[in-house]
């Protein structure tokens, strides 16, 4: 898409990077180049210094005026394809797109036979879109990445991207936007209804995913998760494969387990792949998830078990960061949904868990995480990291439980980690907090980094 010499508004800068590299981007293409964001000057002062002087900015509010003068609006992620911002937009008849849907517009322009595997899913999407990558030696890694941000990869040239996309980014396509060749759903629970409102429009945005696949795509679905029978009834026009960790049925094609063996079924034709017994339980479907999408690009089966042993969990996902006489700590940082922190426990529950949760409130129902904090939790091992999250998980934590009086919050991640440096000696100590990171950090990453920080001055 030509944009030299357009007269470009950015709608959001942002501190987290993405729309710095977007920013970056749009002037190397000869954009001409207006940012507006609702953040002062003092606040954006560190990304801005990133960028050359021959930017106009607007800052601490929005302008309809700078609207209508802008040849194309590019949104920061971060921007809601239901804001009133929006809205004025569209009512304007504006050319606009989020990060994605440019993506998909100079991809058709510079590269259209690059075929895309992309993954979303509420849970897993970025350790199955990273073991993808591990399959798929050719391929280039990026989305909802920050290291990877679409804008970074955009004119690199390769035969395959795998994309890893959150819900903010599939919510602005259109009928015309592409789909993945091979689109992976590794699941759909609540999420995200600080921004949404309700589960079901959440769900939309994620099913875009396969919205405009045709009979010559992939879809792949976990045959275990009870949405899969919803988008069943959608109809999609791809093919569609499954996983699953028991036996599929007849008429269905995919990877299963049993026990720790792997079994690829098609057309009713079932052999055995391989062993999977170095996985827990949800390591073994997202395994399933990426070797089934690197198979259809056209892996071998060979070729994929070769690589499992050097599969590593992605940054800040149930990541180990220190393994020494007999304790080890784990950051689960980016495990940012309650479901995130009980998988979390479910793994570690055996090995004298303790657990370090708690965060920003994203709207979401806490009392599952609180029912298996009771009962998989010491309350001598329980740690508070506070927030608004953290009030809504100990308002249903049972009061039996709290009347213990062992439970203890704490107003800082520091805090935290130097109480546990001098009280743990063994065990495994699990950071994985089950919310938003917005009160006490930039985004989860920074919170990931912080915790490496004082898990590194308090233990090593």
Known sequence: MEIKNKKVLLVGLGILGGGLSMAKYLLKEGAKLTITDL?????????????????????????????????????NPAVSNFSPLVKKIKELKKEYYNDYAF??????????????????????????????????????????????????????????????????????????????????????????????????????????????????????????EKTTKEIEKDKPKSQIYYISQKKLPKNKSGIYTIDNDAYFKIDGLIKRIGSISSFAPHEKTNFMFAALGAHLYGISWGEIFKKVKG??????????????????IINDSAGTNPDATIAAIEKYKNENLYLITGGTDKELDSKELA???????????????????????????????????????FGSLEEIIKTVSKE?????????????????????????????KFIKKYFE
């Open 311 to 328: 599969l590593e969990n992605p940054l800040f996902r149930q990541q180990i960061i220190f393994n020494n006489k007999g304790l080890k």
């Open 103 to 224: 993506f998909l517009k100079n991809l058709e322009k510079n590269n259209p036979k690059a075929r895309i595997i992309g993954i979303t899913g509420t849970r897993g999407k970025t350790t199955v879109s990273t073991w993808t990558k591990a399959f798929i030696d050719n391929a280039i890694l990026g989305g909802n990445i920050p290291e990877a941000a679409l804008f970074k990869i955009q004119n690199k040239k390769t035969d395959v991207f795998i994309l890893e996309l959150s819900s903010f980014q599939l919510e602005h396509l259109s009928q015309k936007d592409r789909s993945p060749n091979i689109a992976i759903l590794t699941n759909i629970y609540i999420d995200h209804l600080n921004r949404y409102k309700t589960y079901d429009r959440y769900s939309r945005m994620k099913k875009l995913i396969y919205a405009n696949q045709t009979k010559n795509d992939y879809l792949i679905l976990n045959n275990d």
């Open 371 to 409: 029912k298996k904090i009771a009962k998989e939790i010491n309350p001598k091992k329980l740690f508070l990291l506070s927030g608004s999250a953290t009030n809504n998980l100990v308002n249903n934590l049972p009061a039996n439980y709290l009347k213990t009086g062992d439970v203890r919050g």
């Open 39 to 75: 953040r002062t000057e003092e606040q954006l002062k560190k990304v801005m210094k990133k960028l050359p002087k021959n930017i106009n900015y607007v800052l601490g509010k929005n302008r309809i005026s700078d609207i209508k003068k802008a040849d194309i609006i590019i949104l």
């Open 424 to 452: 743990i000696k063994n065990g495994v100590i699990v950071f994985s907090p089950g919310a938003a990171s917005f009160e006490k950090f930039k985004n989860e990453f920074d919170r990931g980094n912080q915790f490496n």
